[in-house]
């Protein structure tokens, strides 16, 4: 690629985003797409109908006055807005910007013009526009030439700033996480634990539960009309399911009393919620000590039989999960890994066959009537250059839902856990998919090969990577830069509401604010991350496209934050140790590049000098591992001890305790949301989707 | 080589043994030997004196005796004589014999006549005692035949057999396990914890308290002769910690006050010991559950500055541990593993070399007295035949005390982890040496080079492996059957005993019960089942003798162990997961080379329908990993409940809570034994290397 293409491409974009950031500004503040581009804001004030009838000229004029509101808000506003959860989200964009404004000075100001002033490619083009862009990469460094020290100093000097930051960044998130927890009011997820029981002695109790609650249903029944309990036969015993904890709990919990040797120095609160299947409770304690306790000890003598989990938060839980019966749980807590490892690994064996069946002529014989047009050579070149990026993005579409439903019935209890999960499984599919595709463009089972040779990864990677430059600049430019301004457009939301408006005339009563989907969002940016890491000195030319995106996401996500998302649960930062393991992981694959380059050009002192990096960075990884992981597995007893001694005498907690009882009900088992219940088993992830 | 020869060398090795056998069952009549052949029985009746004097013809002729009783001793004797460490031992040789017997039907009645009757090999000779031993193996069965379908179904059949012992001898160890701990009187270990403190909160505490102590020290000193202060200057520091515990407990609790905010709800028992560099301390605690509440969940923010580790046995402690700086601690932690992998992967290099260095040509030079002997062709062949197996021998000599050292110095608290952590290190230290530098038969170097080329390492073991049976037939024989009589007759501590009586004339005051080096014993063991395993299948020739060499080595163990060896810790039965996790790692070892063979022979088919068995044995071993290791580290609170209420009236226990504060004390530190505290430091395994 020509500096001038690239120069091109760059003006095109920045001036779509330009185009986008006016069209938005005016847009936002049409009453009517108060819905697309501030729900936020229409969920908490209600104040379109005010706003509504108003019309002033302003309203026309673009504006930069959102840029201003997302630039000044304040952490502790992040905080209050979107919860520890969101402040994680913009602390990515924060830290990458630290990291390559770093790499920027020493990549531009040191690499670059060693880069250039090489003459291993043999450049005929003298005019600066006509340089190939790899006569800014290392390539174009000659081999054995002693100025490749400097790539290997800033390696060594890079790896060093970027785990300082990252070690600084993981403290700061820990810390909050912990200030967080000391701020919160007591929620019924820190004091309760999820039981899972298979034992018989339980099972037992439970089946004697159960035989009461029949007996009880029955004579309920006989009082009730006969004709309401044959027709709602699922939801009559759904009712004798809440009658349970309202009415029978003091029976429940003197059959508890025979199975609670081992727990008598805790107070139990008695909200079993039990199911017909999976013999699951939430079991709620009286302090949050109380529950860890429970939580961290091996109960039972067999460990499978006595199965702990701690609580999620009561509007976090994922129902469908617990009306799933064991086995089918275990099936595909097998499968799922294996489905998700072959989608991964093999996504582009039938893109490609896609991609080669859909031709022109093809195109032709399935719809004869374009035929005409097709045969123009504008349309004809059109469509051969775009068709197969096309069904790649179509493709690309699904991979999101599908790796979210896999993380939904591979046996997650939260919502939350699936995201993180999806999100751990969208991160690989991106570095597989996009990173090792480009790089080593060959089929999915030439890549697989590889890998099945590990001696060989350096030099084939040092072979693939600096040729593939350009490429990941002009996607920076083009995918990333296009992707914030969609998100901050909002194109499909907008479209659909204007549809809606035009159409049905409703006034959006079933309206809801979405949540960020950070299963999707968190790896994309990630990948941006080690596009930066693994390119810094083998083509520093990518890093001011990276600040700029950076940047862009820096602001746009802010802005989101405020007016558009708003947190459908809260994991107190969890995300974090993701981010944290993406960067580590993009350090180590730029030292294994790094290690093959140093070989190819001739200086093998090079390569095994550059050994102990990656040595080191495993090194600092697994003493993050140890100082910060545990604190986002759980919280310490120093920090639930102060919690729970600081509450102990404060008047709501009697009250938050009555609460703590039905605090953990199934929406489809309460008897208010007869409507929504049969939803819930045929679309489980219903919130996710409808982001 | 050839069926004659092995018989020959069987024979031999046959006659050697009885042999050896005979004059041990004469030598242990002998009063004068009772030292070397039952210390135990000395230890325990002191019984020497009446003995000494009688003679009677019966003393000279030998008897099975032994051998009876041997056989004859149940496990709860093998329980009360060895503790639970004592039975694991025996149970790996009841496993195997399980394990074997059923090999060995399959093996000799299925397997052996199909490969007989194969003739992949030409072989000449048609007189059976000149067949080579590998027309017994699969090498003779002919490519592509579906006689192959008999091993793959064998294959399948063994691995579930294996399975199934496996699984019924770990639940078997499990719940002995579990009855040892509810039968076991209370013991200062399960009431403790220990605590490693580098938080600077209770550093500063420390040097309060240690401020107060050298304070009273020097008032102290001045009572005292100011001569005897400065002599045992050492010693008065010592004596200063043992007042601690003593006498200022009740400070160094209100200090304590200050800081176990976090464990107000469990009683502590203010058992502080604590040592000038490490700030490190046994905690105990008024009931078990309370020990593992502080273990189990984390106390501080900081996971790093509080640890918090199981107690070993006070007998069990390797107080040399505490004595090492953190620094030194930290770096060693780091250093000993890649040191072992060193060790392990590169130990045949200089094996080779000095195999190189020593033949005929240099002893001359170096011996030039030995001349005239070297030249006698007998003699030139015996050290040409023998000396590089010697020099061998006599490097693998070293390496078990080596392996200890390791581990010694890794930073481990007790002596019984260290014997586990270098036991597992011996298992791969064998498995690497013997196993793979046989099978692969090349340089050290080579052999990296197969494994890192993943994809081929099942065709070059398929290869090789084959091959190398006729050697471990013969391994089997030699090897392992000397090593068992010897194991037996005791050579080295007879002369010992031998020498002393005949110079020193000590009635063997300083005499002490060696414990049995299990960190050396179990890998050799377990390396036996190894090679049975992955050879049940290639050659089943190799399993009469294996199934020989178990049982010589269930009766002389189960031997030793009532007479000859005395446990110096009890870990409860935590060797059981290295069994466990070798005989997995055999079983996939197997189906590897079992994937190789059938490619080599031509049945791809076979090849592919073997891939699920590897997977299968996997997540079984998953299975055991969740269902029985937890047990295995720690116990469930369901029975240190029962335990703890069990006790809670006793009578003893007040006097057992007095005692438990002293439990715990350095042998260095205490005044009594004077003597002994300058053997510590420059010996910390003098233990294990007595044995």
């Known amino acids: 690629m020509l500096l001038s293409a690239l120069l091109t491409s760059v003006g095109i974009n920045l001036g779509l985003c330009l185009l986008f950031f006016t069209l938005y500004s005016i847009l936002r503040k049409q009453p009517g797409n108060l819905y697309v581009y501030a729900p936020r804001l229409v969920d908490k004030e209600k104040s379109r109908q005010q706003e509504s009838g108003d019309f002033d000229l302003e309203r026309l004029l673009p504006s930069a006055g959102w840029v201003r509101n997302a630039w000044q808000l304040s952490e502790d506003e992040i905080l209050s807005v979107s919860g520890l959860d969101g402040l994680v989200f913009t602390r990515i964009f924060t830290f990458s910007l630290r990291v390559f404004t770093i790499a920027g000075v020493i990549g531009i100001f040191i690499l670059l013009p060693v880069n250039y002033f090489g003459n291993q490619l043999s450049d005929d083009f003298d005019h600066l526009p006509n340089k190939s862009l790899d006569s800014f990469s290392i390539s174009n460094v000659n081999d054995g030439s002693n100025r490749l020290w400097v790539h290997f100093s800033a390696a060594y000097i890079f790896t060093g700033v970027v785990c300082y930051l990252l070690y600084n960044e993981h403290n700061y998130m820990s810390a909050k996480r912990i200030a967080c927890f000391y701020s919160s009011k007591p929620q019924p997820h820190q004091f309760t634990i999820l039981w899972f029981i298979e034992t018989s002695k339980i099972q037992n109790l439970i089946n004697d539960a159960d035989k009461l609650y029949r007996k009880l249903g029955w004579m ?173 993005q179509l493709f690309m579409f699904f991979v999101p839902p599908i790796m979210l439903t896999f993380s939904a019935i591979q046996g997650y209890i939260s919502r939350s856990q699936i995201e993180r999960s999806a999100c751990s499984k969208m991160l690989w599919f991106i570095i597989w998919n996009v990173f090792f595709a480009n790089v080593l463009s060959g089929s999915a089972l030439y890549e697989v090969n590889v890998f099945l040779e590990p001696k060989n990864i350096p030099r084939v990677l040092a072979e693939a990577v600096p040729g593939q430059a350009s490429f990941f600049i002009s996607y920076v430019v083009t995918s990333g830069w296009t992707k914030l301004s969609s998100e901050l457009f909002r194109l499909t939301p907008l479209v659909c509401s204007f549809w809606k408006r035009l159409f049905s005339r409703k006034d959006g009563n079933e309206f809801e604010v979405p949540s960020l989907p950070y299963y999707n969002d968190i790896p994309t940016i990630l990948f941006f991350g080690l596009l930066g890491i693994t390119y810094f000195f083998l083509a520093p030319l990518i890093l001011p496209f990276l600040l700029v995106y950076f940047c862009l996401g820096y602001i746009i996500f802010r802005n989101q934050l405020l007016n558009v998302y708003a947190p459908k649960y809260e994991t107190n930062g969890k995300f974090w140790p993701i981010v944290h393991n993406s960067t580590v992981f993009s350090l180590i694959l730029m030292h294994i590049i790094a290690f093959g380059i140093f070989g190819l050009k001739k200086l093998p002192l090079a390569s095994t000098l550059l050994i102990p990096l990656p040595v080191l960075t495993l090194i600092f990884n697994a003493y993050c591992q140890n100082r910060f992981l545990p604190l986002f597995k759980a919280y310490p007893t120093e920090c639930l001890v102060k919690q729970d001694r600081k509450e102990q005498n404060e008047a709501g907690m009697t009250e938050f305790y009555d609460k703590l009882v039905t605090a953990y009900q199934d929406p489809a088992l309460m008897p208010v949301q007869y409507a929504r219940s049969t939803d819930r088993d045929t679309s489980p992830l219903l919130h996710s989707t409808e982001v």
């Open 220 to 392: 309920k029944s006989n009082n009730h009309s006969q004709q309401k309990f044959r027709r709602d036969g699922f939801l009559g015993l759904t009712g004798r399911k809440v009658s349970l904890s309202d009415h029978y709990e003091k029976k429940l919990e003197d059959l508890e009393d025979n199975v609670r040797d081992g727990a008598e120095f805790i107070g139990w609160r008695g909200a079993w919620h039990q199911f017909l299947e999976v013999p699951a409770a939430f079991v709620s304690f009286k302090s949050r000590l109380g529950a860890a306790v429970a939580l961290h000890i091996q109960q039972g003598v067999n460990p499978t039989e006595w199965v702990t989990e701690q609580a999620p938060e009561p509007r976090d839980v994922h129902w469908a999960f617990f009306s799933a019966s064991f086995i089918k749980r275990w099936i595909f807590k097998l499968v799922v890994p294996v489905a998700c490892f072959a989608l991964i690994v093999l996504y582009l064996i039938p893109v490609v066959i896609v991609q080669g069946l859909a031709n022109l002529d093809q195109l032709e014989t399935w719809f004869p009537f374009l035929k005409g047009i097709l045969s123009l050579t504008v349309v004809s070149q059109v469509i051969t250059g775009y068709l197969p990026s096309l069904i790649l």
